[in-house]
């Protein structure tokens, strides 16, 4: 049995390619990541343009899973990307990271990661 109730890992993109602009590429990375982290998607991966002519407009992401979600959020107008994994079921930070970097290529990443435990 887990030690936590959850595992939340936050990835901060900055200067990505131009894959956060394209909404077919986003579904596919959410396929791949479900995949390659072990969980169990719920529903096909929902990928909706915000903010049309805000300066924040851009793609957000959410594929539910049965253990919880994925989302993210992509920003033209600086090329970051906001990623966020929350389950309860433990997965793999590195393999996660692994596969944004593989198709984000961003030239910087930073990573937080939590446990989460309301006891």
């Known amino acids: 049995m887990s030690k936590f109730w959850g595992y ?21 990375f959410a396929k791949i990541l479900v995949k390659e982290i072990d969980m169990v998607a719920h529903g096909e991966p929902i990928v909706e343009f915000m ?12 594929q ?20 966020d994994i929350f389950s309860c079921k433990e997965f793999n930070i590195e393999i996660a990271e692994k596969v944004v970097k593989s198709f984000f290529e961003p030239k910087r990443i930073r990573r937080n990661f939590i446990t989460r435990d309301a006891g």
């Open 64 to 83: 539910l899973i049965t253990t919880s979600s994925i989302t993210g959020h992509f920003m033209d107008f600086d090329r970051t990307g906001y990623i």
């Open 51 to 62: 903010l049309l002519g805000d300066p924040k407009q851009g793609y957000s992401l959410v």
């Open 8 to 28: 939340h890992l936050m990835l901060d993109l900055a200067e990505c390619n131009k894959n956060i602009s394209n909404k077919d590429m986003i579904s596919t």
